[in-house]
C-alpha cells in the first residue's frame, strides 16, 4: 500500500469538500423509545478515469455506490449519547471482481458533570477495501481498525484557564491474503494534555503535548518507535467573520531500533473559516505532521498540506463548492534513496436542494501526483452524480 489518494478518500472528498453540499437536506427522525432514529441514504453515480491511480496500466470504469447511514441518539439534559452505523458498497461497472462494501461502526458519548466538568467517549471500528493504488497489482488493500478513547474537559466556559486530557487507542490489522502488508499491523497508543488561557472573551492562547507510541506486532519488524510533538497555538470562536485554531511546534520520533534513524522537526496545524457573508464560507487550512511509513521501507512520511474551500450559497435551493489541494509528501529513509510526492488536487461541486429531505448533486474532481519515483507519476479525473435522501 502506499501512500496516495485512495478512491474512497477521493470521492469522500467530494461528497464532502463543504458542509451545505453534504448536510443541506434536513433528514427528519423517528422516536423510539425516547431516542430518535435518522436514516439517510446516498446513491452515487461515478466515472472515475483512473481508479487504480497508476502511471502504467490506467483503468476507467462507472461506479455505483450505495451509502446508507443509521443513526441512534438519545439526550439526557446535557449528556448526549450517538450510536452510528453505515457502510458504502461499491459496484465496479467494468470490474466486478473489484466490488466491495466497507463498514463503519461509532458510538459517542458527550457528558457534562458540571458547568467545570465534562466528557467525551468514542468507540469505532472499521473493515476498508482499497482499490486504489495497492502494493501487490490486481490485489485490493483489505484492512480493519478499532479504536477507543476520550477526552475529559475542566473549566467553565467562561473560565481564564482551562484544560483537557486525551488518550485513544487504535488496533489496525490487515486483511490480505498471502501476509500483504502484515508487517504494518500495529497498535497505536496516543495521550495529550493541552491548556488554555483566555486572553480575550472569545480567544484563548493554549499549550499542547501530545505522545504516540507505536507499537508493530510483526516480531521481526523494526519500526517500534514513540513520539513527542510541543505545540503551542491560539483559538478563536466567530471573532468578527472569522473562527479558527493555529498551533505550531516540534515533534521528535524515536525508534526503538538503532537500525531506523531518529526523525525530528517543525510540525503546525492551521484552520480557519471566513465567513464575509452569512450565505458563503472560505475555508483555509495547512498541516505539517510526521506520518507512519506507507510501505515499511521508510522511516516515517514528512508531510505537508495546503487547502481551500469555497462554499458559496446562491439561493435556498442552489449552493456550490469549489475546492484546492496541495499536499507534499517526503519519504524519510534510513539506507534508501530520498523520494518525494506532490499532489495537486483540484476540485468542483454544484448542490440542489429539491425537497427538505432531497439532494441533488453534480461534481468533478481533477487529481495530478508527480513523484521523483517515475512509476508513481500518474493524473485522475473524476465525475460524479449524487442523490442525498432523508425521511
Known sequence: MRNT?????????????????TYAIEAASMNLG???????LQLTETYDDNFRASGINEESTWITTINPSFELAAQDRLNIYKLTYAFNSDFFHSSSDDNN???????????????RSRL??????????????????????????YNIGGVYGYGAESATMQFELGANQ????YDNDN????????????????????????????????????DYKLSTSDLDSDAMSYLLGVTWDATAKTS??????????????????????????????????????????????????????????????YGINWNH?????????????????????TTADARTDETDEFGLGLNYNLRRWVDVGVGYKYQDVESTVASENYDRSLYQLKLTMGL
Do not use: C
Not at 450559497?313 to 529513509?333: G, K, L, P
Open 5 to 21: 489518494f485512495p478512491l474512497k478518500a477521493l470521492v469522500a472528498a467530494m461528497a464532502m469538500s463543504g458542509a451545505s453540499a
Open 34 to 40: 425516547g431516542m430518535k432514529f435518522t436514516p439517510t
Open 101 to 115: 462494501t466497507d463498514h463503519h461502526l461509532d458510538a459517542d458519548a458527550h457528558m457534562e458533570f458540571s458547568s
Open 120 to 145: 467525551d467517549l468514542n468507540a469505532g471500528y472499521d473493515r476498508i477495501e482499497n482499490v486504489a493504488d495497492t502494493e501487490t497489482a490486481g490485489v485490493n488493500d483489505k484492512y480493519h481498525t
Open 170 to 173: 487504535q488496533w489496525l490489522r
Open 179 to 214: 501476509g500483504i502488508n502484515e508487517d504494518l499491523d500495529r497498535d497505536t497508543t496516543s495521550l495529550s494534555a493541552t491548556a488554555f488561557y483566555r486572553v480575550a472573551p472569545k480567544t484563548r492562547a493554549l499549550l499542547e503535548l501530545r505522545y504516540s507510541d507505536y
Open 244 to 305: 479558527g485554531t493555529a498551533k505550531i511546534g516540534y515533534t521528535d520520533k524515536q525508534f526503538d531500533s538503532a537500525g531506523r534513524e531518529d526523525v525530528s522537526g517543525n510540525v503546525w496545524e492551521i484552520g480557519v473559516n471566513w465567513q464575509p457573508r452569512s450565505y458563503s464560507m472560505i475555508s483555509l487550512n495547512t498541516r505539517r505532521s510526521l506520518e507512519e511509513g506507507s510501505q515499511g521501507a521508510e522511516d516515517s512520511i514528512d508531510t505537508t498540506r
Open 313 to 333: 450559497a446562491w439561493s435556498n435551493r442552489v449552493s456550490t463548492d469549489v475546492s484546492y489541494n496541495y499536499i507534499e509528501e517526503d519519504y524519510e529513509y
